[in-house]
């Protein structure tokens, strides 16, 4: 693997990691939520687990992928780096709305 490439997937990797410990907590967070809630949340996350195996799919693929073709793969797991931050921050961002909505009851 090229050092270009090599740097890449380590960056990647490193906001992945730090995107996972998000994940985390919001995964507890759903846990922890109202019965009526729990459904919700529980799909929610289903679809941010999905977007983040999409991303590591596409980042192992790129691992392997020949030197002439690596930079092809790098729009795909762009888009579905966005799209799993774009998910994680939406989730949170209901989670953080709804838990505000208890707080005021």
């Known amino acids: ?3 270009k490439r090599e740097d890449y997937v380590n960056n990647l990797k490193a906001k992945i990691q730090e995107l996972n410990q ?3 907590k ?8 109202k019965e009526e809630k729990k459904a919700e949340y529980k799909e929610q996350m ?3 687990r999905e977007k983040r195996k999409d991303l590591e799919s596409k980042v192992s693929e790129m691992k392997e992928a020949s ?3 690596w930079e092809k793969f790098k729009e ?3 888009s579905s780096w966005e799209a799993l931050k774009e998910k994680t921050a939406e ?3 209901r989670f953080k709305k ?7 009851k």
């Open 26 to 33: 919001l995964s507890d967070k759903a846990g922890q939520a």
């Open 67 to 69: 030197e002439s073709t």
């Open 22 to 24: 998000e994940i985390s």
């Open 98 to 104: 709804d838990a505000e909505k208890e707080e005021k």
């Open 76 to 78: 795909g797991v762009e």
């Open 91 to 93: 989730v949170k961002s």
């Open 46 to 48: 289903d679809k941010l």
């Open 1 to 3: 693997m090229s050092e």
